[in-house]
């Protein structure tokens, strides 16, 4: 991890943790995206205005920020375990007690899930091997 991280509101009530450069694309692209749209306005709102850069220390700890934990942790006194998941360039993090209760709710299932990756990687294949050739 670097030195200091971005740390932002994120789906599911999750937080998202950015590497700096990581972030400044997202929030480029988030903004190329105008402010038209209500939704889209919503989104920049939550996830610029609720963004924090954080340190991390040489052992990898870091702080939430108290401002960040109401919508994070279901029960402020119970909940005490954290739940990381690598997301391509971020890192999603989930309070361990609205993580269980998440994957009790939609339990996933892996074959069925690989098999639409798998079914729209095909499906895209003409279109790659379309724009090689050109």
Not at 15 to 35: D, I, K, N, T, V
Not at 73 to 96: A, P, T, Y
């Amino acid at each position: 991890l670097d030195s200091q991280v971005v740390l932002t509101r994120w789906y599911e009530n999750s937080l998202a943790l950015f590497g700096e450069e990581e972030y400044a694309a997202f929030a480029r692209s988030l903004h190329e995206q105008g402010s038209y749209n209500p939704k889209i306005r919503m989104a920049r709102m939550e996830i610029f205005g609720g963004a924090s850069l954080v340190g991390v220390d040489g052992q990898g700890r870091m702080t939430i920020p108290e401002r960040m934990l109401g919508g994070f942790l279901l029960d402020l006194e119970k909940d005490r375990d954290l739940v990381l998941l690598g997301d391509w360039n971020r890192v999603i993090l989930h309070s361990g007690l609205r993580f269980r209760e998440l994957s009790t709710k939609a339990q996933v299932n892996l074959d069925e899930a690989l098999t639409q990756v798998e079914v729209s990687a095909r499906e895209s294949k003409p279109e790659i091997q379309a724009e090689r050739e050109a």
